[in-house]
């Protein structure tokens, strides 16, 4: 089955560094990958996604890049902000509506 | 945007007794729902795929005589703990997918399962 490595698990980052979170997964017929941001105790929240169709993904602050050949996805987060700080989740399905496997997480801490 | 909601948020239980978990898609019909187990500080581990009017399927590892599934409806999936033991404490959340061709799922608020 899908295996998704997150790295690097915790990331600390002063107030308005950007900060990268890498991903790599392991079939090659997984063709969807979003990014979720929990905050403790809270629901995961779809940040931003993409499909295996598009090489990269922008919305404002964040972009998400992705690279089918080597089978790794990245979340980048520009001008980081305290109200980043969360756990940040990667995940791959292999066709539409079937289940995410979850990266095992990246804790991020901005510091102001 | 499309909401799923949980109930109850928080269940204590005694070791022994059954606790049922409610997952709803409040504006949008889901096909299928998901369930997953996250245990403190650690990843969404996926425990059953819910789809309405079938059986659930289950991944490797989870006994479904323990965590009885039913999707009877396009809105409700419900995760029944059977016999629950301390270990089963955990946050279970839920996952809807709309039922208009989409990958995005939407997770519900999740539950604390506390079980003495």
């Known amino acids: 089955g899908e295996n998704v490595e997150q790295h690097p698990s915790t990331l600390s980052v002063q107030e308005g560094d950007s900060a990268v979170i890498k991903c790599t997964y392991s079939d090659s017929a997984s063709n969807y990958f979003p990014w979720y941001k929990q905050e403790l105790g809270k629901r995961p929240q779809l940040i931003i996604d993409i499909r295996s169709n598009v090489g990269e993904k922008k919305d404002q602050r964040i972009a998400v890049t992705l690279n089918k050949t080597a089978k790794h996805f990245s979340l980048h987060i520009t001008e980081t902000q305290p109200e980043d700080s969360a756990v940040y989740f990667c995940?791959?399905?292999?066709?539409?509506?079937?289940?995410?496997?979850f990266g095992k997480g990246t804790t991020l801490s901005v510091s102001s | 945007g499309a909401v799923v909601s949980q109930h109850p948020s928080r269940v204590i239980c005694k070791s022994g007794t059954s606790v049922k978990i409610e997952c709803r898609s409040l504006?949008?019909?889901?096909?299928?729902m998901f369930w997953y187990r996250q245990f403190p500080k650690q990843s969404l581990m996926l425990m059953a795929t819910?789809?309405?009017?079938?059986?659930?399927?289950?991944e490797q590892g989870v006994e479904k005589d323990k965590f009885l599934i039913n999707h009877a409806s396009l809105t409700l999936s419900t995760l029944t703990v059977t016999s629950a033991h301390p270990e089963d404490s955990s946050f279970y959340i839920c996952?809807?997918?709309?039922?208009?061709?989409?990958?995005?799922?939407?997770f519900g608020p999740g539950t604390r399962l506390t079980v003495l």
């Open positions: 995940a791959a399905s292999k066709q539409a509506g079937t289940a995410l496997i």
């Open positions: 996952s809807a997918r709309s039922r208009v061709g989409t990958d995005t799922q939407y």
């Open positions: 819910s789809n309405e009017g079938s059986k659930a399927t289950y």
């Open positions: 504006d949008f019909q889901a096909t299928t």
